[in-house]
């Protein structure tokens, strides 16, 4: 009944409000693990040196251009309108848009477009451009309320939601973190093994890959600007590879246009159509977003100055899905223009692309087997590091634990290496037990969406989280309607996968039951703040 009682009981606006964790056993060992060693003070410390934040204010970006600016940005006092467009003030805040981008081009997202021109040609690049726009919403609602409440989704979700369903939250979210990593670091330990000519095995690139965590430490350290220079090089990397692939091959523009313009749909590309949705909403990439945007120093008290962060933000990370949406579809024309039809269009993968690519194409510039193997190194280096940023936010907010960068690196790190290390050694990439694998966690990530959607939608929603901020009626029909849509896409890949590869009386009944939990909660997140639910709360506490 306590959930029962927590929806009766009124509270102050969440935006604002603060949740102080319980005292700690030995507050020693609390000091030593928090960032700069301790809080000092002793017993007189606030409460607040020991809540979970996102940035420090002093890891913050300054997006002011002049002393004027940044006393009052608008000339009116700090409440007045959005002040004009700056292309200074855009480059200041130019950064977070493209660290999420990066979850649209991770090798997960890679393979399934390689594998929809192969088996669809250029038919689903419709269906490619679509899904980018419902991925680019839910990314700018996440963007929205990272802006207008100055806490992440992580952190809101433990002071909306009871500590039952904050811990389930978290462990759902954890699943779908380790699931993606797993593809990500397998995807960087192909692209080294083909650069290195096969000499490191696939074990080797792992844990080649697992130092990444390193280099993100190494970077965090120089601040935040310098973490967002060395992604947008890897970015860069890819949109230079794929677009050399795309010049060497020359698909057709024309089918191009055409694939984009005119949906089309059979029963044969119905499973390529499935990936190429599910891939796009990763649902770490939903709370990593609304970490991100709070890099930069702004004065939340000001609506001006969030008006504007939020205008921003919007164009910044447009400006990234784009370069992103113009990397998928390099990507996909190249193999629609060498392998769609042909013998080999069943069975490519992330492994055997390039050598596909390299028989069918040789070397007319630069060993293109090569090139995409630069790309897909790209990929997996960059979606592997933003695994471990989001897995710190994800693990701090969830459990508002303040831990230092170091520690909660290698903990978030851990997570995703010992499992990636066990698939690595007993798996070969050649296997189609590997198939199984892939389906198995790109099924393990579906089913999460639902988790990052559902408490996303409810709180950008919410006057007394967002304020003058909170989204329209319109724009709110539209993000349930999206997340229904991506609920009944990924149940039919649930389903698929069920029918096809799950196997005995006993695990068929097993899942069942785990499946009547999980629509439980998802109902539960849903009708959680209607007035059914607080008629029913009601009814149920008189009766007790």
């Not at 996102?54 to 409440?79: F, L, T």
């Not at 095995?201 to 965590?213: E, K, N, Q, R």
């Not at 009386?505 to 703040?529: K, P, Q």
Request: charged share 15%.
């Amino acid at each position: 009944m306590t959930h029962c009682r927590d929806a009766l009981t009124s509270h102050p606006p969440l935006a604002h409000a603060r949740i102080y964790p319980s005292p700690m056993a030995s507050r020693d060992l609390a000091e030593s693990l928090l960032p700069g060693g301790g809080v000092g003070g002793g017993a007189s410390a606030s409460h607040d040196e020991y809540e979970e934040r996102a940035y420090d204010s002093d890891d913050k970006v300054s997006i002011s251009i002049s002393d004027s600016d940044a006393d009052d940005p608008s000339g009116s006092g700090g409440d007045g309108a959005r002040p004009p467009f700056s292309w200074r003030k855009l480059w200041r805040f130019t950064g977070p848009g493209f660290l999420m981008c990066i979850a649209f081009l991770d090798p997960g997202n890679l393979e399934g477009d390689l594998q929809a021109g192969a088996a669809a040609g250029y038919q689903l690049l419709w269906l490619l451009l679509w899904a980018t726009v419902m991925g680019a919403l839910m990314q700018l609602l996440s963007a929205r309320l990272g802006v207008a409440t100055g806490k992440h989704l992580a952190e809101l979700c433990r002071e909306e939601y009871p500590p039952w369903a904050t811990r389930a939250l978290w462990a759902m979210t954890e699943l779908a973190l380790v699931g993606a990593d797993i593809q990500e670091v397998i995807g960087s330990a192909i692209a080294i093994k083909i650069l290195s000519g096969g000499t490191v095995p696939l074990w080797g690139g792992v844990v080649i890959t697992a130092f990444d965590c390193f280099i993100f430490l190494f970077l965090e350290n120089y601040g935040v600007r310098k973490l967002e220079a060395f992604f947008a090089v890897l970015i860069a990397t890819m949109a230079l590879s794929f677009a050399v692939m795309f010049g060497e091959t020359k698909p057709s523009g024309k089918e191009l246009l055409i694939g984009l313009v005119v949906p089309k749909l059979s029963s044969k590309t119905i499973k390529q159509a499935v990936g190429i949705v599910g891939c796009i909403i990763m649902p770490h990439n939903v709370f990593l977003h609304s970490a991100l945007v709070q890099s930069r120093k702004i004065d939340s008290k000001k609506k001006s100055r969030v008006q504007e962060a939020v205008y921003y933000y919007n164009i910044e990370s447009i400006i990234a899905l784009i370069v992103s949406f113009f990397i998928n579809i390099c990507v996909t024309t190249v193999f629609a223009k060498g392998f769609y039809g042909s013998e080999q269009a069943d069975n490519i993968g992330l492994e055997n692309a390039g050598q596909y690519l390299q028989e069918k194409y040789g070397t007319a510039f630069f060993p293109i087997l090569y090139i995409w193997a630069i790309g897909l190194l790209a990929s997996g280096q960059s979606s592997t590091v933003t695994g471990t940023y989001a897995g710190q936010f994800v693990m701090g907010g969830f459990l508002n634990l303040r831990l230092k960068k170091w520690l909660r690196a290698m903990i978030t790190r851990s997570f995703a290496i010992i499992p990636t290390m066990i698939v690595a050694l007993f798996f070969d990439t050649e296997d189609p037990t590997m198939d199984v694998l892939n389906e198995s966690l790109n099924v393990l990530q579906s089913i999460q969406i639902p988790f990052a959607l559902i408490p996303l939608i409810t709180l950008v929603s919410k006057e007394q989280v967002m304020g003058s901020f909170v989204v329209g009626p319109i724009t709110k029909a539209i993000s349930w309607i999206v997340t229904i849509f991506l609920m009944l896409i990924n149940g039919y890949l649930i389903l698929s996968f069920y029918v096809t590869d799950v196997r005995g009386v006993l695990l068929r009944s097993s899942l069942c039951v785990l499946l009547a939990v999980y629509l439980g909660f998802i109902v539960y997140l849903v009708v959680r703040n209607t007035s059914l639910y607080s008629r029913l709360c009601s009814s149920m506490s008189k009766n007790s």
